[in-house]
């Protein structure tokens, strides 16, 4: 059964801790692995694809990461306003997307 | 800026009437859109998939008569929500796959708050 998995549920962060969310998956022909941001009473905002092991992407302090298993978001002295949810979510065959439970960052000032 | 745009953002309803709301692609062509709700700081929840030309395709649990889902053009999806009640006061987003150089990318619309009074 196709399955994303994220941790931790919610983590919080001193202003310029690094840290790193995670993103398991087990799917049938991984057609994408996506990142998204979702603000508090807003539609998720699209960060990343990732399509192959090995693949990086990198966007402000948010680099993206994925292997065979897994995907990390890794966030570099993050900022108050990082703070946010983080989605995951794979493509399998066709518009099939399973999304995981998200990662609620909150960075301290 | 953005790729998928519904509206209204709020709505406040009465019990027992119904509110529509509409999810746009606006540069691109979506025969297949997709609606979720999600409950406060829960996940998206899949409803369903709404179809270009053809009928929707619910996901289990979903009642078909109450959560009406009509994609009337390549650009456009509504979802009506039927004698509503105060339980079906939710955040109710859409999204629609663009075909990008290396594959498709869900965008998602903005959101939807439905207070039923």
């Known amino acids: 059964e196709d399955q994303v998995t994220q941790s931790p549920e919610a983590l919080r962060l001193q202003e310029g801790e690094s840290s790193s969310l995670n993103c398991s998956y087990t799917v049938s022909g991984l057609r994408g692995l996506f990142w998204y941001r979702q603000d508090p009473g807003k539609g998720p905002e699209f960060l990343f694809t990732?399509?192959?092991a090995g693949e990086e992407k990198e966007k402000e302090r948010l680099k993206a990461t994925l292997t065979k298993k897994e995907s990390f978001l890794h966030i570099t002295a993050p900022k108050p306003e990082d703070s946010a949810t983080y989605l995951c979510?794979?493509?399998?065959?066709?518009?099939?997307?399973?999304f995981g439970t998200g990662t609620r960052l909150k960075v301290l000032a | 800026g953005a790729v998928v745009s519904q509206h209204p953002s709020r709505v406040i309803c009465k019990s027992g009437t119904s509110v529509k709301i509409e999810c746009r692609s606006l540069d691109f062509q979506a025969t297949t859109m997709f609606w979720y709700r999600q409950f406060p700081k829960q996940s998206l929840m899949l409803m369903a998939t709404s179809n270009e030309g053809s009928k929707a395709t619910y996901e289990q649990g979903v009642e078909k008569d109450k959560f009406l889902i009509n994609h009337a053009s390549l650009t456009l999806s509504t979802l009506t929500v039927t004698s509503a009640h105060p339980e079906d006061s939710s955040f109710y987003i859409c999204?629609?796959?663009?075909?990008?150089?290396?594959?498709?990318?869900?965008?998602f619309g903005e959101g939807s708050w439905l207070t039923v009074v």
């Open positions: 999204s629609a796959p663009r075909q990008g150089a290396s594959g498709n990318t869900i965008y």
């Open positions: 979510a794979v493509r399998s065959g066709t518009y099939k997307y399973i």
């Open positions: 990732l399509y192959s």
